[in-house]
């Protein structure tokens, strides 16, 4: 019995010959080989990158390299500016439904871990930032607000930084207080 690979060939083999035989070779001249040049080897990778044998094992893999914090708790005088804050944005918010009045702002809050199979899930998160236009704010009932159709908790936010004419707030342009 002879041997292909590491498997023993079976004695009826019906491409025994054809395998005795080996890879054909050819002549730089030889018309198929004009007809049919090799393909370079990175070419052929690319004939079998879109082959993903684990359906969106990549992706997990690359969520796994994400890196969560803990959340950060705002210090005395923090919390303090952001409640002066959220009380200015409430004063001006009935008021400024006009299109020329809107308020724009930009919102660092905290948002958790929500992949069920990280470490970090229900431990810690991220911190993000949204800029937009201040649709609503209710402290008291959902204590949320919300930004162009997302609504962000008031206890994970971060900083609130408010646009007055398309300028970010500075010591100049501040909130009334």
Do not use: W
Not at 1 to 7: A, D, K, N, P, T
Not at 21 to 44: N, Q, S, T, V, Y
Not at 93 to 117: G, W, Y
Request: net charge negative; with cysteine.
């Amino acid at each position: 019995m002879s041997e292909i690979g590491v498997i023993p060939m079976p004695a009826g083999f019906k491409y025994r010959e054809l395998f005795l035989k080996g890879r054909p070779h050819h002549e730089k001249l030889d018309p198929f080989r004009r007809k049919h040049p090799a393909m370079d080897i990175g070419k052929r990778a690319k004939i079998f990158a879109p082959f993903d044998a684990l359906r969106g094992f990549s992706a997990a893999v690359i969520a796994k390299n994400e890196i969560y914090e803990y959340k950060r708790l705002p210090d005395e005088g923090t919390l303090q500016e952001l409640s002066r804050q959220l009380s200015a944005l409430q004063e001006q918010l009935p008021k400024n439904r006009s299109q020329e009045a809107r308020i724009h702002l930009s919102v660092t809050f905290f948002v958790p871990c929500e992949d069920k199979n990280h470490e970090a899930y229900g431990l810690r998160g991220r911190y993000e930032t949204v800029s937009g236009i201040l649709q609503d704010l209710d402290p008291l009932l959902t204590r949320s607000l919300l930004i162009d159709g997302q609504t962000i908790p008031l206890d994970d936010i971060l900083q609130i930084e408010t646009d007055f004419a398309g300028e970010t707030q500075n010591e100049s342009h501040r909130l009334p207080e």
